[in-house]
């Protein structure tokens, strides 16, 4: 997939929401190790139960935390999308 950005075609993979979604030490941590553990798989190969103990943290919290870094990822997608920065030109 190709995406462009201000007129200018880059790739899919060159596109970094998670630069612009200004994620804080800690949450950048919180979704290595989500990913890092699977927990974005599918099926999931860990729980929020597992996660929260390899983060040392309650499972409200990281669930808590999860949400805010895929709201802030989304949110900077759609903004970008909505103002016409992105756009999708084809599939490879």
Do not use: C
Not at 33 to 57: I, Q, V, W
Not at 81 to 90: D, E, M, P, T
């Amino acid at each position: 997939m190709n995406l462009i950005m201000s007129r200018m075609e880059i790739k899919a993979d060159d596109y970094d929401p998670v630069s612009v979604a200004a994620l804080n030490s800690q949450e950048l941590e919180i979704l290595n190790t989500a990913y890092e553990l699977g927990y974005f798989d599918f099926p999931r190969e860990t729980d929020l139960k597992e996660l929260s103990r390899r983060l040392n943290m309650s499972k409200s919290t990281v669930s808590y935390h999860l949400r805010n870094i895929e709201r802030k990822i989304l949110s900077n997608i759609l903004k970008d999308y909505n103002r016409g920065l992105v756009s999708k030109v084809s599939e490879e």
